[in-house]
């Protein structure tokens, strides 16, 4: 994990932080897609709630969160964000590295996680960091790249 990132469960003190970052993250994308991305418009208080939103604090702020529950075999990373101000620093890859350890620690050999095909620098990203595409398709009036890592048991 970076230094200085603690990782840790939302509550609902962060519901406005969480929602903050992810119009902040996403905003470049409305142009391209020609709507809000699905993160926008997420229902994070649900899923604070739900304990499945977990934010990353970085110098005594929230600086970014991730979203996951299992779904059969495999840990789901619904939504990754950072806001902008933060990005590049390491912190969205220290995001899915937290998430790969949480799938091992529940017994799940893999992560699966979806971007939209307009998000191209996702679709760059995604590979390097051990992801390989399974599917494509258009799901909820959104045009979805599918990945899958198998990160093997601990």
Same mark, same amino acid.
């Given at each position: =994990?970076?230094?200085?990132?603690?990782?840790?469960?939302?509550?609902?003190?962060?519901?406005?932080?969480?929602?903050?970052?992810?119009?902040?993250?996403?905003?470049?994308?409305?142009?391209?897609?020609?709507?809000?991305?699905?993160? =926008?418009?997420?229902?994070?208080?649900?899923?604070?709630?739900?304990?499945?939103?977990?934010?990353?604090?970085?110098?005594?702020?929230?600086?970014?969160?991730?979203?996951?529950?299992?779904?059969?075999?495999?840990?789901?990373?619904?939504?990754?964000?950072?806001?902008?101000?933060?990005?590049?620093?390491?912190?969205?890859?220290?995001?899915?590295?937290?998430?790969?350890?949480?799938?091992?620690?529940?017994?799940?050999?893999?992560?699966?996680?979806?971007?939209?095909?307009? =998000?191209?620098?996702?679709?760059?990203?995604?590979?390097?960091?051990?992801?390989?595409?399974?599917?494509?398709?258009?799901?909820?009036?959104?045009?979805?790249?599918?990945?899958?890592?198998?990160?093997?048991?601990?």
């Amino acid at each position: =994990m970076r230094p200085g990132l603690t990782i840790r469960p939302a509550a609902g003190g962060d519901l406005e932080r969480v929602t903050a970052c992810a119009q902040a993250a996403y905003a470049l994308y409305v142009a391209r897609i020609g709507k809000e991305p699905a993160p =926008m418009v997420a229902d994070f208080q649900a899923q604070i709630a739900a304990g499945q939103v977990y934010v990353g604090e970085a110098d005594g702020a929230v600086a970014g969160f991730v979203v996951l529950y299992p779904c059969r075999d495999h840990l789901h990373v619904e939504n990754v964000a950072v806001f902008p101000a933060r990005q590049g620093l390491g912190l969205g890859r220290a995001l899915l590295a937290f998430a790969e350890k949480e799938a091992r620690r529940r017994g799940l050999a893999a992560i699966e996680l979806y971007t939209n095909v307009k =998000m191209t620098e996702n679709l760059a990203l995604y590979p390097r960091l051990g992801y390989r595409e399974i599917d494509r398709r258009e799901e909820a009036g959104f045009s979805r790249v599918f990945y899958r890592k198998e990160i093997g048991p601990t």
